[in-house]
């Protein structure tokens, strides 16, 4: 089902989010000090081209420069990210069918809002779940 979920987002948001995300990723990688926004950039581009079963966690060895780059990345960048995501996430749900959509929008908001020291793993990866412990 997942990867059914995943072709049509591909066709309706997917490949352009992606291509948005690798643009500005390309543009950060231009100047040196904007390198870690633009894998960043890219990280969430990949993301954005599947993001059903994959998931966002914290990173545990992220530290006081993620969390200056991401008060850095809110001001400039993440808070427009977030609202367009919103926006096209109620806009997806206001139809039966894009409601798994929408909430793809919505599974992009907290790393579009602050992608330093967060990681991309797959849902069935013991990592997904970051209170269980082997």
Same mark, same amino acid.
């Given at each position: ?13 997917? #490949? ?6 690798? #643009? ?8 040196? #000090? ?21 998931? #966002? ?78």
């Amino acid at each position: 089902m997942k990867t059914l979920l995943n072709v049509i987002w591909l066709i309706f948001s997917g #490949v352009w989010m992606a291509i948005g995300y690798a #643009v500005a990723g390309v543009i950060c990688c231009i100047l040196v #000090v904007t390198i870690p926004f633009g894998i960043a950039c890219f990280r969430i581009a990949v993301y954005a081209l599947w993001p059903f079963g994959n998931r #966002v966690v914290q990173r545990g060895d992220a530290g006081a420069a993620s969390g200056i780059g991401n008060v850095i990345w809110l001001i400039f960048a993440g808070i427009w990210l977030t609202i367009g995501h919103f926006l096209a996430g109620v806009a997806f749900c206001v139809t039966i069918i894009g409601i798994p959509f929408g909430l793809a929008h919505f599974k992009l908001m907290p790393v579009s809002l602050m992608p330093l020291g967060r990681e991309i793993v797959p849902t069935d990866a013991p990592t997904a779940y970051p209170g269980y412990r082997w």
